[in-house]
């Protein structure tokens, strides 16, 4: 029997999923960064030898003749490609074939299952990324806090907390962005917040933890929060208009895949994306995932070896991963 691995490597994690033919997950695992710009080769080659030698302790009998698929962070271009398919290489004796490319794919195929579309992924960062019919790769945005991502969790934390400070100076509308970003870094005034996000360690993930108090505030009818939310939602269709009309044939059907923590309640930014993308009369299926990002990694594994997983592979690897 054959087995398959899907790979989702990132800039802060990386999570394995070992399955058999039927799409049955038998082993998972998770280990440390894999992002090929930050990490030197040695500390690369550490981080995979710990995550397959835990997949091999789970599942030794079945740890042979495996397709491994790896969608990793950095992967865009083919220096790292192949750096990471040769440290790979030298860490399994009994591979069939190995395939790597850019972590976007995983969150595509988890809502495509392997067929072309748009992946919008919007967590900490963001980036819009496609697979037309020509199997062709192509992207909008993705160029990091400083010079993009939006609609990402740190643009959203950021201009929420750039309003709850105009609204203090008296310059935007009163909010309840305020109160809520003085309880939220448990502060008592701006100088103190100042003080709190400079002095941080990781000041683009406390900003982007804040999105979810901006998404809540725009639930509750705040209307400082409201417009920030529907700019993103608009920003974000803008960004897969983009792609589909530059990468896509005219009028060619295509799912939208929706990834990341910005995404978790689906009444919110999932519904304005859909929207939007109607009001640029857009015929877009807008796609959120049942199975996470190493399930479509799981996918690519499968389709590299022209295995198109049926629906009872998809629904196994739904049930088990």
């Known amino acids: 029997m054959e087995y398959f691995l899907g790979i989702d490597g990132g800039g802060t994690k990386t999570i394995a999923a070992l399955a058999n033919e039927n799409g049955e997950v038998i082993a998972q695992a998770t280990a440390g960064a894999t992002n090929p710009n930050a990490a030197s080769d040695q500390v690369l080659k550490q981080t995979f030898k710990e995550l397959l030698l835990s997949l091999k302790g789970q599942a030794e009998k079945e740890y042979n003749h495996i397709n491994i698929f790896a969608g990793i962070a950095g992967a865009g271009n083919e220096t790292n490609r192949r750096r990471l398919n040769d440290i790979i290489a030298r860490l399994v004796t009994k591979t069939e074939n190995i395939q790597v490319e850019p972590d976007p794919v995983n969150a595509l195929y988890s809502g495509t299952y392997g067929k072309p579309g748009i992946v919008q992924i919007s967590g900490t960062g963001s980036i819009t990324y496609g697979i037309n019919s020509k199997l062709q790769h192509n992207r909008v945005g993705g160029w990091g806090y400083l010079l993009g991502d939006e609609g990402s969790g740190y643009d959203i934390g950021r201009q929420g907390i750039m309003a709850a400070l105009k609204s203090f100076d008296g310059k935007e509308n009163t909010t309840t962005l305020l109160p809520n970003l003085f309880t939220f870094f448990n502060v008592n005034n701006p100088q103190e917040l100042m003080g709190k996000i400079y002095a941080s360690p ?120």
């Open 202 to 321: 990781t000041p683009k993930n406390d900003i982007a933890a804040f999105a979810k108090t901006v998404l809540d505030a725009y639930k509750q009818k705040d209307l400082v929060a409201d417009k920030i939310v529907v700019k993103v939602a608009k920003e974000l269709a803008a960004n897969i208009a983009t792609l589909y009309s530059k990468h896509f044939q005219e009028n060619e059907k295509t799912e939208v895949v929706l990834g990341g923590g910005v995404f978790s309640d689906k009444d919110i930014l999932p519904m304005l994306i859909a929207t939007s993308l109607q009001e640029l009369q857009l015929d877009l299926a807008v796609v959120l995932p049942k199975m996470p990002p190493v399930g479509g990694s799981l996918i690519g594994a499968y389709i590299s070896q022209g295995k198109e997983p049926s629906q009872s592979v998809i629904n196994n690897i739904i049930d088990t991963i």
